[in-house]
């Protein structure tokens, strides 16, 4: 059964200081998505990663994907107050096309 | 539509009602999702749609609740008797196809059973 850990699940931090948030799987995987949800909002995609290795960037934020270890990294550089949000980890098990299993999520606060 | 859009947006229900929460999808999108989400946890899978076919129904936690998609576009969650337990925000969910791409969510349904 997979099943999908993230941590830390609240981070408090400073404006323009760096952080990582990390997601691990227990079992095989070949995709890994990460979300964004504001206070009251939906859900918001913000990276796909689909093979071993892949990195991928959008203006602060960086994710990468290491298959082997089964994990994924969510990293944050240089923090501004507009990244205060809780940010979810979404995995896919090799044996379904579709159904994915949600990390609790990493309630980030950066403070000015 | 420009994004999925779900309604009603709140909803409040006696113990023991039933009720219905609507989905309009992307236009075009194949695959739809149906999501639970308590407060302060990840969403969990409900159910999935292809086009108008209920692939996986999984994760209904009861025989009261009902999904249906008839004509591969709206789909409505049903959910009879309700209880308290059923408190959450139902998250519908589209995309394009195939198991790779990314999905698109709507706002939610927040129900509170009474």
């Known amino acids: 059964e997979l099943k999908v850990e993230q941590n830390p699940l609240f981070l408090s931090m400073q404006e323009g200081k760096n952080y990582t948030i990390y997601c691990n799987y227990s079992?095989?995987?070949?995709?890994l998505y990460w979300y964004r949800q504001d206070p009251g909002k939906s859900l918001e995609s913000l990276f796909v990663l689909l093979s071993n290795g892949a990195v991928k960037q959008e203006g602060r934020l960086m994710a990468s994907l290491d298959t082997k270890a089964r994990l994924s990294t969510l990293h944050i550089t240089a923090a501004v107050h507009d990244l205060s949000a809780t940010y979810f980890c979404?995995?896919?098990?090799?044996?379904?096309?579709?159904?994915?299993?949600w990390g609790a999520g990493t309630k980030l606060i950066i403070k000015p | 539509g420009a994004g999925v859009s779900q309604s009603p947006r709140y909803k409040v229900a006696k113990r023991g009602q039933d009720v219905a929460l609507r989905c309009d999808p992307i236009s075009g999108h194949v695959s739809l999702f149906w999501y639970q989400q308590a407060l302060g946890q990840g969403p969990e899978f409900l159910t999935y749609f292809q086009n108008e076919a209920q692939l996986d129904k999984s994760g209904l936690p009861s025989d009261r609740f009902f999904a249906e998609r008839p004509e591969g576009s709206v789909s409505t969650l049903k959910i009879q008797r309700t209880q308290q337990e059923d408190s959450a925000v139902y998250l519908c969910a589209s995309s394009l196809s195939g198991r790779n791409t990314e999905a698109f969510f709507g706002q939610g349904t927040r129900l509170t059973v009474v």
């Open positions: 979404a995995v896919g098990g090799v044996d379904s096309n579709y159904q994915l299993i």
């Open positions: 079992t095989t995987s070949d995709r």
